[in-house]
């Protein structure tokens, strides 16, 4: 394994600076920036277009972490729900990162709240645990490395100082998360030595890794904006999810790809070259065009939302619709039946349980689907303690109930089988408590009855409910009932869809 910083492919030789330091004051000396908000490094690269594949590339390294990659496949919903994941985690990181100190130490808390959530054994028995420091030591060390590489990728590497400026905010953020400043090396030569020695020897192949190289850039589901032009969608992924997945192959550090077996790519590197420096061209355009809040927004936008860019969407759609109609009128190939337009009252039941139950996509029911459907909610209303904690706890004590009543042959989890033979008609006092949590959380000025602006917080669409006489309210009969009817599997819902369906 090399030692020295200048060997590092992403430290530029002499731009690695030697500094006589208190390992007690890490970066003590660097120039003195903001570290969060507006004038900070990071807030300067997170609005860069190129950051999306920055994002792509540490997510890569994460994953190839053996607890990370073990957390990923047993808790995470990347594989079913890849959208809802990247604007959460990229709202987390503008929390985290932005110049709201309240803000930052309420997602912190939050964070927190749900790492220690975050544990348990991999297939081999090793055991996993998301607080673990070296972890998250690790996941910074990712972004932080993945935003310096790439700007090398894009031809302008960057100088010394602002290395080391980009350095101290991110052991800002783990000092904001709680975590000793030392779990990251104090000085970049030395985070460049642990760099070299995590991706040399600590690092590998995980199944989580070949997920998101071989099957999710190829399988990817529509975004909520595309669902309903599955044609165009698939045409966009068959061309751009091998690019993408190419690219990152190529950018991943020469030692790890070579240890792990990746291939190499004829052409890749000229290929991820190109990608950041012509994906960099977009910084050039007027301010306003490329907002990452906006584009995270728009990609997890519901068909059936109030926000004005959804009706604009929906007409773009359906004049596509109707192209697509005259184009099958002219050509001898059979129409094919448009999956928005199935008027179908309810889902099968096996339909049911991956579209909505199986949050992590591994083909079964149990804890971690639950928690996914607990954390999402929690996410989406803002929870603090302790209704966030009752939450959990109403999805735990349903996961009990359902575990006795369907797991017949007693392997811990629930399949698709075991469901489809008993849940159907399974609404139990455990799912009712779920709603009434959920209820209340949802009513957050506590006075019995959900208005259009908290309908909105939790489902992120206009107030569709006939309200007539009612004062545009939602009743807290009428709300446990439309979710144990949803969750049941009894009747469809667009709200509920939006919630617990979509990608």
């Known amino acids: 394994m090399t030692d020295t910083a200048s060997s590092h492919p992403t430290s530029t030789g002499s731009d690695a600076v030697e500094r006589d330091e208190d390992p ?62 990247l604007r959460n985690t990229f709202l987390s990181l503008q929390r985290m990162m932005g110049a709201d100190d309240h803000a930052r130490q309420r997602e912190a808390a939050r964070l927190n709240r749900l790492h220690a959530r975050l544990n348990g054994t991999d297939a081999r028995n090793h055991p996993y645990d998301a607080m673990d420091p070296e972890v998250r030591a690790w996941v910074i060390a990712t972004l932080f490395e993945s935003t310096v590489t790439m700007c090398r990728l894009s031809g302008q590497p960057l100088e010394p100082t602002t290395i080391e400026e980009l350095y101290a905010e991110f052991q800002a953020f783990l000092a904001a998360m709680g975590d000793q400043a030392g779990h990251l090396p104090p000085t970049l030569q030395e985070f460049w030595r642990y760099y070299d020695h995590m991706v040399e020897e600590e690092l590998q192949n995980t199944e989580a890794l070949r997920i998101i190289l071989y099957k999710l850039f190829d399988h990817l589901p529509a975004p909520p904006v595309l669902e309903g032009l599955p044609t165009v969608w698939a045409a966009g992924r068959a061309l751009a999810g091998p690019v993408i997945g190419a690219i990152t192959v190529a950018s991943l550090p020469e030692p790890f790809r070579r240890r792990a077996g990746l291939p190499e790519i004829p052409g890749g590197q000229a290929l991820t070259h190109s990608a950041y420096l012509a994906i960099g061209l977009a910084r050039f355009l007027p301010d306003g065009w490329i907002q990452p809040e906006a584009v995270a927004g728009l990609l997890t936008l519901s068909s059936d939302s109030d926000d004005p860019r959804a009706r604009t969407i929906a007409a773009v759609r359906d004049g596509m619709k109707r192209a697509g109609a005259l184009l099958r009128l002219i050509t001898p190939l059979p129409a094919q039946p448009d999956p928005a337009e199935a008027t179908a009252p309810r889902r099968s039941a096996e339909e049911f349980f991956h579209a909505v139950l199986d949050q992590t996509g591994d083909g079964y029911l149990d804890w971690p689907d639950l928690a996914a459907m607990a954390r999402e909610l929690s996410s989406r209303l803002d929870l603090d303690e302790p209704e966030e904690t009752k939450l959990y706890h109403a999805y735990a004590d349903w996961w009990k109930e359902l575990q006795a009543a369907l797991d017949t042959d007693g392997d811990g989890r629930i399949s698709e089988e075991e469901y489809a033979a008993a849940v159907p008609s399974l609404a139990g006092p455990a799912l009712i408590r779920v709603a009434e949590v959920l209820f209340d959380v949802t009513d957050a000025d506590g006075n019995g009855s959900i208005d259009a602006d908290e309908y909105r917080a939790l489902f992120r669409t206009g107030f569709r409910r006939d309200t007539v006489g009612a004062g545009e309210t939602y009743s807290r009969s009428a709300f446990v009932k439309d979710f144990l009817s949803f969750m049941s599997g009894r009747q469809r819902s667009s709200a509920y869809d939006s919630l617990l369906t979509e990608a």
């Open 24 to 85: 007690a004051q890490p970066n003590s000396g660097t120039p003195s920036g903001p570290r969060f908000g507006p004038g900070s490094q990071f807030h300067r690269f997170s609005s860069d277009p190129r950051w999306a594949l920055a994002m792509v590339r540490a997510t890569v390294l994460e994953a190839a972490h053996p607890q990370i990659g073990a957390a990923l496949i047993d808790n995470s919903t990347f594989v079913a729900h890849p959208w809802r994941r």
